[in-house]
């Protein structure tokens, strides 16, 4: 005897209930296990010592990461189109950067302001997060 998804009785009775108590299908099954493949290893760290995280949190959080990369990177692309290579310790500042409406001022102010402006205060974030960390 065969389930609606083709599989023996048996696989079921295999797979956790969910809350409704009823049998997760093969999609749920799947899904768990692309979400668990997607943790790294500070992931499965900080999941195993509270709630693992729903697959809707970890695709808000990839967003968000994504985002992040997105407007540093269009920050930095920008800066090189009208001013020319990045220094390096500016495009370390951009890098590290995490607070997307900073980043955000940034790419504003890379694509309105003057070089003096645009170093003056990416500078100014970077010497002041370096001494933040000694």
């Given at each position: 005897m065969r389930n609606?998804?083709?599989q023996p009785p048996e696989d079921?009775?295999?797979r956790e209930p969910t809350t409704a108590?009823?049998?997760p299908t093969d999609a749920q099954v799947t899904g768990k296990k692309q979400h668990a493949e997607v943790l790294d290893d500070s992931d499965r760290a900080r999941a195993s010592s509270?709630?693992?995280l729903t697959?809707?949190?970890l695709i808000e959080q990839l967003i968000d990461q994504g985002r992040k990369q997105g407007?540093?990177?269009a920050?930095?692309?920008l800066y090189e189109a009208r001013f020319g290579p990045m220094p390096p310790a500016l495009r370390s500042a951009v890098e590290a950067m995490r607070d997307l409406p900073t980043?955000?001022?940034w790419t504003r102010l890379v694509g309105t302001g003057t070089s003096e402006a645009v170093h003056d205060a990416l500078s100014s974030h970077s010497s002041s997060a370096t001494s933040a960390r000694r």
């Open positions: 609606r998804s083709g079921i009775a295999q108590g009823e049998v509270r709630e693992r697959t809707q949190e407007m540093a990177q920050t930095i692309a980043l955000t001022t």
